[in-house]
């Protein structure tokens, strides 16, 4: 079974607003509405290419049922439901051919609440993998992950994280199948600048990553594809499909869980790097997340 874990879901509301001025009542053009976070996203793409999987996390308050009620005919998911606070709610604004995003803080996460649900990772089986993606809510410290990972790996089971800073560097030593910053993530981890056109800087940075503990690097390039660092060293780039920009919020998740599915289904990982690029990219030509019918036009292939 695959995990997905996004300690703090969301409702994410997408508006188009043509003009947009701060200090004013502005009205929206265009709405979407859709229940998520970053581990959410990634259980919802899985579904797309036909691998169910169980979105675990934190919800609280009436926002938070509705993220449940929402998904329940999408995906699987057992959530741990807080005594209070509320779920977040994140804007993401369109206007003036920019995006603007407002994200939410969400509950606070007691330890009694964080001690049941990482018992839950003492259970696991060889034949599991969980996905740790996003940030960790305020008042968790950052070992939080590695701490994951460290009772993962005890059950023989493997991890994929997609977090920043020292919360991705925390499950290192841990060995994660694969992680996937993206080009300013990584220059974040060195205190740099990176172009997304140096290929040798690039690699000698993923490069380290590995030699710290993770099996396999995905670097995402944004319009440019994504760079893969195999476990036997190869690098390949993978250029991002051409279409019509929407927006790129949940390309990078996209990304990811169309990797882990061409894995999954036994595909090499520069084929299942290129199922990702194809996910990624059908995501950030439309609102919201990628259907397989998006997918499948960009890739050119069944999935």
């Known amino acids: 079974m695959i995990y997905t874990v996004t300690l703090n879901p969301s409702i994410d509301c997408y508006m188009t607003a043509d003009p947009f001025e701060i200090g004013r009542t502005n009205r929206a053009s265009e709405e979407h509405v859709y229940y998520g976070g970053k581990g959410i996203n990634v259980s919802l793409v899985l579904k797309e290419f036909g691998i169910e999987s169980t979105a675990l996390g934190f919800i609280a308050g009436s926002n938070g049922l509705a993220i449940r009620d929402g998904l329940k005919d999408k995906i699987h998911t057992d959530f741990d439901v807080l005594s209070e606070g509320n779920s977040r709610i994140n804007l993401k604004l369109f206007s003036n051919g920019k995006e603007t995003e407002i994200n939410g803080i969400g509950p606070q996460i007691d330890e009694n609440a964080l001690r049941t649900f990482l018992r839950r990772f003492d259970a696991l089986s060889p ?21 994951m990972a460290k009772r993962i790996t005890s059950c023989g089971s493997s991890f994929v994280c997609d977090s920043t800073g020292n919360h991705l560097l925390n499950t290192l030593q841990y060995g994660p199948m694969v992680i996937k910053p993206n080009i300013y993530e990584l220059g974040a981890l060195y205190g740099m600048s990176i172009d997304p056109n140096d290929m040798d800087t690039i690699y000698a ?34 250029s991002a499909y051409k279409g019509e920009f929407v927006s790129s919020v949940c390309a990078g998740d996209s990304l990811l869980a169309g990797f882990i599915a061409g894995k ?23 609102y919201g997340l990628p259907t397989s019918e998006s997918i499948v036009k960009l890739l050119g292939r069944p999935i």
């Open 205 to 238: 940075l993923a490069k380290d990553l590995q030699s710290k503990g993770a099996k396999e690097v995905i670097v995402s390039l944004g319009d440019k594809g994504a760079v893969l660092l195999e476990e036997n060293g190869s690098l390949t780039l993978q």
């Open 264 to 286: 999954k289904k036994g595909l090499s990982s520069v084929s299942s790097l290129e199922m990702g690029v194809a996910a990624g990219s059908a995501c950030a030509f439309s």
């Open 127 to 147: 034949d599991d993998t969980v996905i740790m993606s996003g940030s960790v809510p305020g008042g968790l410290t950052e070992t939080l992950y590695g701490d």
